[in-house]
């Protein structure tokens, strides 16, 4: 007969198996995780894909492992299998304000490629996301801006209006100057009034913004409206703010080509950005850095090398208009 004190023991014993190989399945799943969380990181979203899709059938609750998914798929552009993601995420979590955010964004994404009825659709879901992200967590700076973008650039018909967003501006920037700011200057900029956008992204840079996405969208709007002064100030708050971020490197590189002035370093901060930087919406991509190294060299006289970088970037990205339009100059000088 089996004493109480040798049964206890058997008892906790195999109570410890169970806790030590739910531990090691833990493990595993969390390391499919991480492989599937660095190859996103390395731009291969393909490979991020199969190892996110295997780490939710091993951890189907996992409401991150779909969020990553819908990120992973929204790069490849495949619109569908991003939307499904988001919304087994947001099924997962319902108070889960990112989870909104990201599905608007899929939905949003979705609107931008569909047909007009199915568009209109699309895009009052989005509104409807990124509504109740904010109202799920009113710091949620990124899901506001959406929210902001949405209402000063959509028609009414979807659900969009200024006078929608002119209250969330004035939130916004109770909560934080420089994100108030920004949001005024984003709003005016989708209205083409380009001298206040001016002016507000002006104040957003000088209020010391937290978010780094925020300055490299100033950063984008200064190159598209040909702004090198701005385009340093850009490069110079996002160096302080995350000194290993390659952006700071193009954004100055850029206005070194406006202005004209010392081409050898506007190549090297140029070639670096190519080298480091992952390819990814939110980052200049590589063809337009292309585009910019054709102008530096245009700006030299190099017009054979400026040539060369300028068919790169139509390889990259045939629709690039203004490699496309350099092309063109450069054959009739």
């Not at 996992?62 to 499904?84: C, F, M, P, T, W």
């Not at 780094?212 to 701005?230: C, F, S, T, V």
């Not at 850029?254 to 480091?276: D, M």
Request: hydrophobic share 40%; aromatic share 8%.
């Amino acid at each position: 007969m089996v004493s109480k004190s040798k049964l206890a023991l058997a008892i906790l014993f195999v109570a410890g198996a169970g806790i030590a190989a739910a531990d090691e399945t833990n493990l595993k799943q969390d390391a499919t995780f991480d492989a599937g969380r660095r190859a996103y990181e390395a731009s291969d979203y393909s490979r991020a894909i199969k190892l996110l899709q295997g780490a939710a059938v091993k951890d189907p609750k996992n409401g991150d492992v779909e969020l990553l998914l819908a990120k992973s798929y929204l790069e490849l552009q495949e619109h569908d299998a991003a939307i499904k993601s988001a919304e087994k995420a947001v099924g997962l979590d319902p108070q889960n304000s990112v989870y909104h955010e990201w599905l608007g964004r899929a939905y949003g994404d979705k609107a931008d490629h569909a047909g007009w009825f199915s568009a209109i659709s699309f895009a009052k879901k989005t509104r409807k996301e990124f509504e109740t992200a904010v109202e799920l967590d009113g710091k949620n700076f990124a899901a506001r801006q959406a929210l902001i973008e949405f209402d000063c650039s959509a028609p009414g018909l979807v659900g969009g209006g200024e006078e929608k967003a002119l209250p969330q501006i004035k939130q916004l920037a109770e909560l934080d100057a420089a994100e108030g700011h920004y949001a005024s200057g984003n709003c005016r900029r989708q209205k083409k009034d380009f001298g206040t956008a001016d002016e507000e992204f002006t104040k957003a840079l000088e209020s010391h913004p937290k978010s780094i996405e925020l300055i490299y969208d100033i950063g984008d709007y200064a190159a598209r409206r040909g702004q090198p002064e701005r385009l340093f100030a850009v490069a110079e708050a996002g160096g302080r703010l995350a000194a290993n971020d390659p952006r700071g490197k193009f954004y100055r590189g850029a206005g070194l080509v406006l202005k004209n002035e010392k081409p050898e370093e506007a190549e090297r901060l140029l070639r670096e950005y190519l080298n480091k930087a992952p390819v990814r919406s939110s980052y200049p991509r590589p063809a337009v850095t292309h585009v910019w190294l054709g102008r530096l060299f245009e700006n030299q006289g190099r017009a054979q090398d400026a040539e060369k970088e300028f068919e790169t970037a139509l390889r990259l990205d045939p629709k690039n208009k203004m490699a496309q339009e350099a092309l063109k100059r450069l054959k009739k000088s």
